[in-house]
């Protein structure tokens, strides 16, 4: 909230400020500068004056963030290009902000704006590591979040600076070569979304974890009976969109792609069958498809 007059911005319910900077902003080529208060927060992107906001996008509508040159009070200057969705019509727009250390800006928005991080990333960054570095990127992947003191725990280290020169000078760093943007951030509030707990001053993987896809083996059977044929299958943990046929004459090809699931199958069929009447039905995860008989074989033709 506002305070004394100061240019403070209005958080939302669990919104906390990581960053925050004077600024001016442009959403044309050709506009004037607007001067304001840049501010990066664990949701949104925000340039704000006392009496309101000029600019705000939430995170997840951030595209590309990089860095032009523009011209500014007579010279040529690094301003930050901010590439976003608008949510309201779906279309894509820009702005430029020139604000003080734009790549430092550019760096902390792209690693809040990248959604996902996977177990492959984390794999590759630990296999770069010495075993005390690796201890911690690990535990605090398995366990989400972990405070320094539950860090110098892991290897029993004399003072918690340690841990933290470890973090910044080795861990994200190695991270950066490898992956491209540094796995652990501090957060001085923040939402475990597992649990709904608040956690306060806490280390966590940067962004979000990756879904992990499963290679599933489902049950199926395929039943053939006088005119048609059945193929029923259980698929756990997808929905009806997720999954794909295309049936020809003597086959039957099915895919699923789901956060959860990966999984596709080719089934030769018994009799060939007309492509044109599959009748599919989803419920409860159990997929059945009926396919009837071609004309010619079912007469015996």
Known sequence: ?????????????????????????????????????????????????????????????????????????????DALCVTFVNPKNGTSSKVWIVVKDPEKWQKEIFNRTRLQVSENDVEKIAGELGPESRAVLLHIWEARHATIQELARLYDVPNHMEVLQRIRNIINPVSEEVV???????????????????????????????????????????????????????????????????????????????????????????????PRTPEKRFHNGILEVRLQKSLAKTIGV
């Open 1 to 77: 909230m506002r305070q004394n007059g100061k240019n403070t911005l209005d958080l939302l319910p669990n919104e906390s400020i990581i960053l925050t900077d004077p600024a001016f902003i442009k959403n044309t080529p050709r506009s004037g500068w607007k001067p304001g208060h840049l501010s990066l927060t664990n949701k949104r992107l925000v340039l704000h004056q006392p009496a309101r906001n000029i600019f705000s996008t939430f995170l997840e509508t951030i595209s590309t963030v990089t860095t032009e040159k523009k011209g500014f009070i007579l010279r040529s200057v």
């Open 180 to 274: 491209g943007f540094p796995i652990l951030v501090f957060e001085r509030s923040r939402m475990d979304t597992v649990t709904g707990e608040k956690v306060p001053l806490s280390w966590w993987i940067i962004g979000d974890r990756e879904a992990k896809k499963e290679s599933v083996e489902p049950l199926m059977d395929l039943f053939d009976e006088e005119d048609h044929i059945v193929f029923v299958m259980e698929l756990r943990g997808v929905k009806e969109q997720d999954i794909q046929i295309k049936i020809s004459a003597d086959r039957l090809k099915l895919w699923c792609d789901s956060p959860v699931v990966s999984y596709s199958e080719d089934i030769l069929l018994p009799s060939t069958v007309d």
